[in-house]
């Protein structure tokens, strides 16, 4: 359903699970978020990298985000380019259609059968070369490009925290298993 195929094919079907499964405006940063964020501000952090679409590090304050599989809150006219957020998304019914225009309003979100945005794969990847420390988190290291960008640090301080086991999990310097809002729940100072 997430398809681009799909979305192409059979938009009223694809919004109406998209606005009912994959969004969540009242959802608000965990633990997780709001350490990130912290440590950003103090810098401690440079970057967070994430697959997740929700928009919810930048709630918590992070700066450097970069979003692999884009975010539900940016969406833009297919014809014109033009730029809605995401309430557009949500007052509207049926399949979102540009003011100005009349073309369909897309989730900027990579949807199956698309590619990633290379400028922010390439960024990751940098951001990942210059880390003296490395936190994977919340993700299971088997969804591809994704989890091979781990392949790119280069130290020894990689830390993998996750609810379950990845295949990932022999060459962490630091191995902590849960969910990661529970574990950055419990960091101190």
């Known amino acids: 359903i997430v398809s681009h195929t799909f979305y192409t094919k059979r938009p009223?079907?694809?919004?109406?699970?998209?606005?009912?499964?994959?969004?969540y405006p009242k959802a608000k940063p965990n633990a997780a978020h709001r350490k990130l964020a912290e440590w950003e501000k103090e810098g401690r952090l440079k970057a967070v990298i994430t697959q997740n679409i929700?928009?919810?590090?930048?709630?918590?304050g992070s700066k450097e985000v970069l979003e692999l599989h884009g975010s539900v809150r940016r969406n833009y006219c297919e014809k014109c380019g033009k730029f809605f957020d995401l309430d557009y998304i949500l007052q509207t019914k049926g399949v979102p259609h540009c003011d100005a225009c009349g073309g369909r309003v897309k989730p900027d979100v990579v949807l199956y059968e698309e590619g990633l945005d290379m400028s922010i794969v390439n960024r990751a990847v940098e951001w990942i070369r210059q880390a003296d420390?490395?936190?994977?988190?919340?993700?299971?290291?088997s969804v591809y490009p994704a989890?091979?960008?781990?392949?790119?640090?280069?130290?020894?301080?990689?830390?993998v925290v996750n609810k379950s086991a990845t295949p990932r999990d022999r060459e962490a310097d630091l191995?902590?298993?849960?969910a990661i809002g529970e574990i950055?729940?419990?960091?101190?100072?």
């Open 184 to 189: 950055f729940s419990q960091l101190g100072e």
């Open 12 to 23: 009223e079907e694809f919004f109406a699970f998209y606005r009912e499964k994959m969004l």
């Open 133 to 141: 420390m490395l936190i994977v988190g919340g993700t299971s290291l």
């Open 175 to 178: 191995l902590v298993q849960g």
């Open 54 to 60: 929700d928009g919810l590090h930048q709630d918590a």
């Open 147 to 159: 989890a091979g960008l781990i392949d790119y640090y280069t130290g020894n301080r990689l830390v």
